[in-house]
């Protein structure tokens, strides 16, 4: 059984940073693009980062987080990281990682494997 825990939510100030982690079991992780989602509460959940398999190309954000946010992976530890800076209330939500095979999409729909969510909080 495939699975993906997260970890690394909390309550931080404005301006402040967090790094949130995914660990994953049962699944062939080199195989498998990686992305971060959120949601905010009333709101769709939206794309913040994807990775695809080592060695392709360049990870993406959006707008919203570029610049701020980095996503990394690490294929040895089948573990998926985002590391957020320069925080906004803004970024206020439950986070979550997902899995897809081969290629990533911006799509929440493409991915059928999901972290239960870790809640980020941005508040001063």
């Known amino acids: 059984q495939v699975q993906l825990v997260e970890s690394g939510g909390g309550l931080v100030q404005p301006g402040g940073s967090l790094k949130l982690s995914c660990a994953t079991t049962?699944?062939?992780?080199?195989?498998?693009?990686m992305a971060w989602f959120r949601q905010a509460p009333g709101k769709e959940r939206e794309l913040v980062a994807y990775?695809?398999?080592?060695?392709?190309?360049?990870?993406y954000y959006p707008w919203s987080v570029r610049g701020r946010f980095t996503i990394t992976r690490n294929d040895a530890k089948n573990t998926c990281s985002l590391q957020m800076d320069s925080l906004r209330p803004e970024d206020t939500a439950i986070y979550y990682c997902?899995?897809?095979?081969?290629?990533?999409?911006?799509?929440?729909?493409?991915?059928?494997?999901w972290g239960q969510g870790t809640q980020v909080t941005v508040s001063s």
């Open positions: 997902a899995a897809r095979r081969s290629w990533a999409s911006e799509e929440s729909r493409d991915y059928p494997y």
């Open positions: 990775i695809n398999r080592s060695g392709t190309d360049i990870p």
């Open positions: 049962n699944l062939p992780f080199s195989d498998y693009a």
